[in-house]
């Protein structure tokens, strides 16, 4: 399979714990994304990557979220000392710089739920 | 900042009947990029068609049309012949590319439709 991976799929933690995410892209695209998307809702931008910079990050992104891209292939995504606030489906999408009409591919999600 | 809205939270029709679904935007951006993304229960959420803002012709993909309407800001998906497998969540989303290239999508609150047998 040559889509996007995240890992875990499923994550229950207790408030207060650290939780990290990882998100494997496409292998020949430069650009990743991360989104929220909370029940209901429409996914959320909250930062991405052209190979290992991180260009963009959402004002949801508190301090307690940390991005890495350290290698420009893979990410991980941390939330320290989550809230239950945070119980959320994390989406990670990928494309090329100047893609065939700048198409994101999305991998499957990662959802977090926060006792 | 740009926002994308879909005014219609669940639609539901039968097996082989054309549906409808609405989206607007707010943008004073002239070059841009509008998305229909389809997520399934429990899968990944895919591409269904793509619309560039600078080409006068709606875009089509099979049973999936949309009318973009550039001056009023709106951008409807059609659903042809709709089948069990169109049940979905449908998210409108919104793209400005810079001289950097790709950039975030800015999604709308997405649609439940339901295809009933």
């Known amino acids: 399979d040559t889509g996007v991976s995240q890992d875990p799929r499923h994550k229950i933690t207790k408030r207060g714990q650290n939780v990290t995410f990882r998100c494997d892209p496409i292998s020949e695209h430069n650009r990743l994304y991360w989104y929220r998307q909370t029940l209901g809702q429409g996914p959320e931008f909250l930062t991405y990557f052209q190979n290992e910079a991180q260009l963009e990050k959402s004002r949801l992104l508190s301090d307690r979220f940390s991005a890495e891209r350290p290698k420009g292939s893979f990410s991980t995504l941390e939330i320290q000392r989550t809230e239950q606030g945070d119980s959320a489906m994390y989406l990670c999408a990928s494309s090329l710089e100047w893609g065939r009409d700048n198409e994101q591919f999305f991998g499957p999600g990662t959802r977090l739920t926060v006792l | ?117």
């Open chain 2, 1 to 117: 900042a740009q926002t994308v809205t879909q005014s219609q939270p669940e639609m539901s029709v039968q097996e082989a009947e054309t549906v409808t679904l609405s989206c607007t935007y707010d943008t004073s951006e002239n070059n841009y990029y509008l998305f229909w993304y389809k997520q399934p229960p429990s899968r990944q959420m895919i591409l269904v068609i793509r619309q560039e803002a600078y080409k006068q012709q709606n875009a089509t993909e099979n049973r999936f049309s949309v009318n973009f309407q550039k001056a009023a800001k709106s951008f409807s998906l059609k659903i042809s012949d709709s089948q069990l497998g169109d049940t979905a969540m449908y998210f409108c989303a919104f793209m400005k590319p810079n001289f950097q290239g790709a950039q975030k999508l800015v999604f709308g609150q997405g649609t439940r439709l339901t295809i009933n047998p």
